[in-house]
């Protein structure tokens, strides 16, 4: 089948994008000038991840990031980008338990940054304020598997829903987010063979990220999958680039430069 051209992304193109198997691109970005470049090379979706708690401000979790911090990372993301989809976490404490505070804090996310939906992590637990935000038109990604701010009831990062209990649970919770209304889920750090049992039985995408190669799409961290963190090395992250290296590389001849006066030059002066 030909590949469909999308001057813009909608919710609507990634329905249209699963049906016709086409595979769904996805990156976290945190500022505008990285998300402007991710953008202009043809991403489908750029998540402002609450990940930006770790890469961003250099927190253990992703539990301290504030609803305000990700206002900010999110417009200036939306301020980048001329055709992507922008999806954005909601930080942990402003949607668990509370329906009502979901509904103000994924508004407070429209109104001040200009995304296009947001992303709440969990399943059955959390459906009356998945509900209660679809009620007010704001489309809906979920997550599920390796949930990051639940990482002191998990106790590690390592693989989830390998026991059938638990995999049932996560069938069943797709299930539910799907019927709630959610346009999308990811899947994180599940068996391949679940990701692939759950993409084949939902309508919606799913969108792993250590989850195999059987589903709808992908996602990873920008700053990792472009080696930014020399520290992180998970088998599921492929490294496109060593940025690590290369900016070492090049602060290094710069301190260098100035240090032995070459910088700058006569050319580099008025
Ligand atoms: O916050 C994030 O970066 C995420 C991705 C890992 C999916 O949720």
Do not use: W
């Amino acid at each position: 089948m030909e590949k469909k051209e999308y001057k813009r992304i909608t919710t609507n193109s990634l329905l249209e994008m699963k049906k016709s198997k086409e595979k769904i691109s996805m990156l976290t970005a945190y500022d505008y000038t990285l998300a402007r470049i991710v953008d202009s090379s043809g991403i489908d979706i750029l998540l402002v991840g609450d990940s930006a708690s770790n890469v961003m401000a250099g927190h253990e979790t992703t539990l301290p990031i504030t609803l305000d911090q990700m206002i900010y990372h999110a417009s200036s993301v939306v301020r980048a980008i001329k055709r992507c989809l922008v999806v954005v976490d909601l930080p942990f404490g402003t949607y668990q338990g509370n329906s009502k505070k979901a509904l103000a804090s994924a508004i407070r996310i429209m109104k001040e940054s200009g995304a296009h939906s947001v992303k709440l992590e969990g399943g059955e637990e959390i459906s009356d304020s998945i509900k209660r935000i679809l009620t007010a038109g704001i489309p809906v990604m979920g997550h599920l598997g390796l949930t990051p701010q639940s990482i002191y009831k998990f106790g590690t990062y390592t693989v989830r829903a390998k026991e059938n209990a638990e995999a049932k649970k996560l069938i069943n919770d797709a299930k539910l987010l799907e019927k709630a209304g959610c346009f999308a889920i990811v899947l994180e750090k599940v068996p391949a063979e679940l990701a692939k049992k759950v993409a084949s039985e939902l309508e919606i995408p799913v969108i792993g990220i250590g989850a195999g190669a059987d589903v709808d799409g992908q996602v990873l961290v920008l700053h990792d999958m472009l080696g930014m963190n020399n520290e992180f090395s998970p088998r599921f992250l492929r490294r496109y680039s060593n940025l690590f290296e290369e900016i070492n590389k090049a602060t290094t001849n710069y301190i260098n430069d100035v240090k032995s006066g070459s910088f700058p030059n006569e050319k580099e002066q008025y």
